[in-house]
């Protein structure tokens, strides 16, 4: 009998194709595409220290993980606090995941959280409620793992 180890299943980037939309951002060099284009090399760069990022899914999904790349510079711009918040109509949202007080330790990297409980929207919005100090907020890369 042979016996082996389960093989991982890879997830599949939600965001990556979903309708996003922005409280801000500084197009067209750091507009909101460079969310979801799958590279750390561009950013989205909002104007204020609190945004929102939405993103309308083709259809309900279950999220069980999402991660954040911080940008190129300025660690000051970095979310600090933020809610993760599902919803299938738009109206009526409900919190996911809450973060508070994390740090990226360097320039484009990539930090994963886990949802704690199974999660199927088909939008889901990330409300970035501080930053760590600057006037803007900054992120590379936005990625739903389901």
Same mark, same amino acid.
């Given at each position: 009998m042979t016996t082996g180890s389960a093989v991982p299943v #890879? #997830? *599949?980037d939600r965001a990556t +194709?979903?309708? @996003?939309? @922005?409280? +801000?951002?500084?197009p067209p060099g750091e507009s909101k595409a460079a969310l979801t284009d799958d590279t750390s090399m /561009? *950013?989205?760069l909002a104007f204020a220290a609190t945004a /929102?990022? /939405?993103? #309308?899914?083709?259809g309900a999904t279950t999220v069980r993980?999402?991660?954040l790349t911080s940008a190129d510079d300025l660690p000051g711009r970095d979310p600090r606090n933020w809610v993760l918040q599902g919803s299938n109509d738009g109206v009526t949202w409900t919190t996911v995941d809450a973060r508070n007080n994390v740090d990226f330790a360097d !320039? !484009?990297? /990539? !930090?994963?959280f886990t949802v704690p409980a199974t999660a199927t929207y088909s939008r889901f919005r990330l409300q970035i409620t501080a930053n760590h100090g600057a006037a803007e907020t900054q992120l590379a890369e936005l990625q739903l793992l389901a």
């Open positions: #890879q #997830q *599949k +194709g979903s309708t @996003v939309t @922005v409280t +801000g951002e500084n /561009t *950013k989205w /929102t990022i /939405t993103c #309308q899914l083709s993980q999402y991660t !320039r !484009r990297q /990539t !930090r994963a």
